[in-house]
């Protein structure tokens, strides 16, 4: 048997770090990644033959778990018929006006294949829309890795931002103002500085890569007023919450308590590929006819559309969309919430949760945090600890304080029932 540990040392002969994405390599929880061999319903089994219950669901796509028949058989069915064509094709109009018919929010969608790319061509069509430059971010959200979007915040309101990646010049941020999440304050005073000439404001409305951070209502009905006064685009980036909070992905709990509420731009990824590389923008057609080949804005993608991502996002979405999928999975992922907290109140262990669909958070604090700021106070040795006393015991949790959790409609009430149960344990050794 081949074990973790020495495919962790060939992989780094031959990748950087061993890894294809830096979060994988559990740099920030220390130890020896999981090289996955295969996963069914709510479990993945190592090299090692061990099994994990997942709660990440390849970080949100696998909404259904792993292996579901109805995708399975959808992508098949694709692959035979072809991989890719480079031209239009039945499939991709259809899941175009499946996940349409599900954002009221939205006319006309692109697909593309990773939200990086989605997220970086919305800031593009912002831009190329309003023909202005300037956005707002906020710190702590994550919308990808292109150059303008990989910013912390400079040292005031009037000054932008400086690059958190090498190889990211300052010129390439200069235009990306980076402001607190959830601070009405700070977004008031830079639209009163910047108004004019800001393109958009981009937001996870809930922000799982902080965890799980909700945008208050207030702020983002605050947000949408000043977009409209000072006509900035509002760009909700859902590429993680999408199809995964609720079936109407975030904007509809924003839209029942702000009466009217919608985005101009929305961002979709993870679900909608169904665990293949899809994601997609969409907004009014107004705005996507800014894009190439009607428009000025340009954008393209050799694998676009993609015949077997797209089989697999569809045959997803029909799923989640039966009546009571979120409900039950809505169920299940407070189940685990609940059962989380009990187990962290009755070992003395200060602990808050917060969960919406099927995606959760929990932190080592006894209040739930507003902003990045506070998320960064978490006790990391903490979480650390109780993050290797589950993935021994066979609960796979993301490996870092930052990131939010998913659970699947393949998740038995059994499974999270054990969970809680290896989770009490973990938390009395703390
Ligand atoms: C995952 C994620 C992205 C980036 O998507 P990739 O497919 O990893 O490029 C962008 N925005 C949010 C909110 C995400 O969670």
């Known amino acids: 048997m081949t074990t973790n540990d020495q495919l962790f040392e060939r992989a780094r002969k031959v990748i950087p770090g061993g890894v294809n994405s830096p979060v994988r390599a559990f740099r920030a929880v220390g130890g020896t990644p999981r090289f996955i061999a295969r996963a069914q319903g709510p479990y993945m089994w190592d090299a090692e033959g061990k099994r994990f219950i997942d709660y990440i669901g390849s970080w949100g796509p696998m909404i259904l778990g792993h292996g579901h028949p109805a995708v399975l058989a959808a992508v098949q069915q694709a692959a035979t018929e072809g991989f890719s064509f480079g031209a239009p094709t039945e499939r991709e109009v259809e899941l175009a006006e499946e996940i349409l018919s599900l954002v009221p929010s939205a006319e006309q969608i692109r697909l593309v294949s990773s939200g990086t790319e989605a997220a970086m061509t919305a800031i593009r069509l912002a831009r190329g829309a309003t023909g202005r430059s300037k956005f707002i971010k906020f710190e702590g959200c994550y ?236 006790d990391q040795p903490r979480f650390n600890r109780f993050f290797h006393g589950l993935l021994d015991r066979g609960v796979y949790i993301a490996p870092a304080l930052y990131e939010a959790g998913f659970v699947s409609a393949a998740h038995t009430d059994a499974d999270i029932a054990e969970t809680v149960a290896v989770a009490a344990d973990v938390l009395r050794s703390l």
């Open 143 to 378: 919308h990808g890795h292109a150059d303008a979007l990989l910013v912390k915040a400079g040292s005031g309101l009037a000054t932008f931002g400086n690059p958190t990646s090498a190889g990211v010049p300052p010129e390439v941020v200069q235009h990306t103002l980076v402001l607190e999440y959830n601070n009405l304050e700070q977004i008031e005073e830079a639209f009163r500085l910047h108004g004019p000439e800001l393109a958009c404001v981009m937001i996870e409305p809930i922000a799982g890569n902080m965890n799980f951070v909700r945008a208050q209502v207030p702020f983002v009905k605050r947000i949408r007023e000043l977009c409209d006064q000072h006509g900035a685009l509002f760009v909700f980036d859902e590429v993680m919450t999408g199809f995964r909070v609720a079936l109407g992905s975030a904007q509809s709990l924003y839209a029942e308590a702000i009466p009217g509420f919608a985005p101009d731009i929305s961002v979709f990824g993870k679900v909608i590929g169904g665990g293949m590389p899809l994601a997609a923008f969409a907004s009014s057609r107004r705005i996507m006819e800014h894009l190439a080949p009607l428009g000025t804005v340009y954008q393209a993608g050799t694998l676009s559309g993609n015949p077997v991502a797209t089989a697999c996002g569809l045959a997803t979405l029909r799923e989640i969309r039966k009546p009571g999928f979120f409900d039950d999975l809505s169920r299940k992922t407070r189940m685990l919430v609940d059962g989380l907290k009990g187990a962290a109140d009755a070992a003395g262990v200060p602990f808050s949760v917060d969960s919406q669909g099927g995606m959760f958070g929990f932190f080592f604090m006894p209040e739930l945090p507003q902003n990045y700021t506070t998320v960064m106070t978490t």
